[in-house]
């Protein structure tokens, strides 16, 4: 049974930083490029960043280019998404995505 399993999100202050993790589960991590999606509140979800099988490419959307950073261990099959001077348009509940497999998400809240 495939899982991705979220973790790491909360409330921050603008300017702080989270790291979000996403341990998977029940297929074969390695074969699959992943990618971490955003759905804020009252908009659709949007593709945040995606990274290649082996972590050698990596995409980000305009709107976190330069404060976020995707990774993966494949030996942990594990996903992370480091997320620093974070706003409070970065709002939204964070998935991890394994092309048709979903997780159930882990809220962020950037607030003072």
């Known amino acids: 049974q495939v899982q991705l399993v979220e973790s790491g999100g909360g409330l921050v202050q603008p300017g702080g930083s989270l790291r979000l993790s996403c341990a998977a589960s029940g297929f074969t991590f390695r074969r699959y490029g992943m990618s971490w999606y955003r759905q804020p509140p009252g908009k659709e979800r949007e593709l945040v960043a995606t990274?290649?099988?082996?972590?050698?490419?990596?995409y980000y959307a305009d709107s976190v280019q330069g404060r976020f950073t995707i990774s993966r261990d494949n030996a942990k099959m594990a996903l992370y998404l480091q997320m620093n001077s974070l706003k409070p348009e970065d709002t939204a509940i964070y998935y991890c995505?394994?092309?048709?497999?979903w997780g159930q998400g882990t809220q962020v809240t950037v607030s003072s």
């Open positions: 990274i290649s099988t082996t972590g050698g490419a990596t």
């Open positions: 995505n394994a092309q048709q497999f």
